[in-house]
């Protein structure tokens, strides 16, 4: 995922739908047309969403009148917290952050966690 940095200029929160100990990792994408600031991401992709960002009330739209870019996380059924012994038993997908390195303005991060192993030397 290419970091676009108007997904972190206006974020107030981060809300997860789901317990976040249970997954190593998350998957990371931003939505640009977002019809709400604060309100549930609608997600139409596949896999199912764990959690969204939420803007501060005097966010400005991005750039379609009324709509708001804003990250959304999500996980696919093939993914680690669905099938621990799958894929990425030692690795991750791309996209793919320690939820726990997630904070309003800030990009998550691939950690060893999230790896499912030591990150492999660059």
Not at 18 to 24: N, Q
Not at 49 to 74: I, T
Request: neutral net charge; without cysteine; glycine residues 10%.
């Amino acid at each position: 995922m290419q970091e676009n940095p108007k997904a972190l200029e206006h974020e107030d929160g981060i809300v997860w739908t789901e317990d976040i100990d249970r997954l190593d990792y998350v998957r990371q994408s931003v939505e640009l047309s977002v019809s709400t600031r604060r309100g549930p991401v609608p997600w139409r992709g596949n896999g199912r969403r764990v959690g969204y960002a939420v803007l501060r009330s005097d966010a400005p739209s991005g750039d379609v009148p009324g709509k708001f870019v804003r990250r959304v996380f999500w996980v696919k059924e093939h993914d680690r917290s669905e099938r621990p012994n799958g894929t990425y038993r030692r690795s991750a997908p791309s996209g793919a952050v320690d939820p726990r390195t997630v904070a309003p303005g800030v990009w998550g991060e691939l950690t060893d966690r999230a790896w499912g192993a030591p990150l492999p030397e660059a």
